[in-house]
């Protein structure tokens, strides 16, 4: 058992420690919230238009009651707040729609959108992300990035709420994806799993400045690619091969892959990173 002066400094630890909703509370709000916007995401039936109506104010009042229970949050803010979230779902709907279909059309396993949405976890991944990423432009607290930490869990894709991520995104497989804070993706990009777009520095005093790389409009990275820091771009329509490993900026329309030649009659190899970009 403790000793009394160790259990009293726990004691006050939990005094003075600021209260936040629960994994578990935000994690049903989740799942709540995905299976309202996509019925592919629930087993729940609404007999009519009222009954689903009901369910749609019940779950803004569970979003109510999860930002108000955070510290310092006036009621005026919190309703504001609501307001603001709720009126962003139908532009959330569209991209999570058009991130599905980029999926379907970028896996020749897949056979449906409909599939794409119950079954993907690339989809479920970019929903979560996507969610959490209107609530951290809202500068709620913890929230997002406990949104990203269950999809993480779920999916074993990390993509933190602050990172900007444009239209048609695809997520192949996903396993291993890391996407840092600060990274910046454009429109028709295919990630495939393994690769992290990260940080050249994890350094404290970074924290406010951009880290992490940007990649242009319908660029791919093959599994397994590591891209770094925040002045690198990849330029539109580039093609990163499978284990590269890039912390330069390229051109658009570039590719860079491993090439291996053979050596001492082919008893070793020597792996060479290729650039060409295209006329």
Request: charged share 20%.
């Amino acid at each position: 058992m403790a000793n009394k002066e160790f259990l009293d400094k726990l004691y006050s630890d939990h005094k003075k420690c600021c209260k936040f909703p629960s994994e578990q509370k935000i994690r049903s709000f989740l799942n709540d919230l995905l299976g309202t916007l996509f019925p592919e995401m629930t087993d729940e039936i609404f007999l009519n238009r009222s009954r689903f109506g009901l369910h749609v104010a019940n779950l803004k009042e569970t979003f109510y009651e999860l930002i108000y229970a955070k510290p310092n949050n006036e009621a005026a803010r919190v309703e504001n707040n609501s307001k603001i979230f709720f009126d962003s779902l139908p532009k959330i709907y569209e991209n999570l729609v058009a991130d599905a279909e980029a999926m379907y059309a970028g896996d020749p396993a897949a056979e449906s959108v409909d599939e794409v949405m119950r079954t993907y976890p690339g989809f479920y991944a970019i929903a979560a992300y996507r969610i959490a990423n209107q609530l951290f432009k809202q500068k709620i607290k913890v929230i997002p990035r406990a949104i990203a930490e269950i999809a993480h869990s779920k999916t074993g894709i990390d993509i933190h709420p602050g990172a900007t991520i444009g239209s048609s995104f695809c997520i192949d497989h996903g396993t291993g994806i890391v996407i840092g804070a600060t990274s910046n993706i454009g429109n028709h990009v295919k990630i495939y799993q393994g690769v992290t777009l990260g940080a050249l520095s994890v350094n404290k005093v970074d924290a406010k400045v951009k880290r992490h790389p940007t990649l242009g409009d319908k660029v791919v990275v093959y599994a397994g690619a590591t891209i770094l820091g925040g002045e690198t771009e990849i330029g539109a329509g580039s093609i990163i091969g499978g284990n590269v490993w890039l912390t330069r900026s390229l051109p658009e329309n570039s590719t860079v892959y491993y090439k291996t030649k053979m050596n001492n009659g082919g008893s070793d190899h020597t792996d060479i990173l290729m650039h060409k970009v295209a006329m």
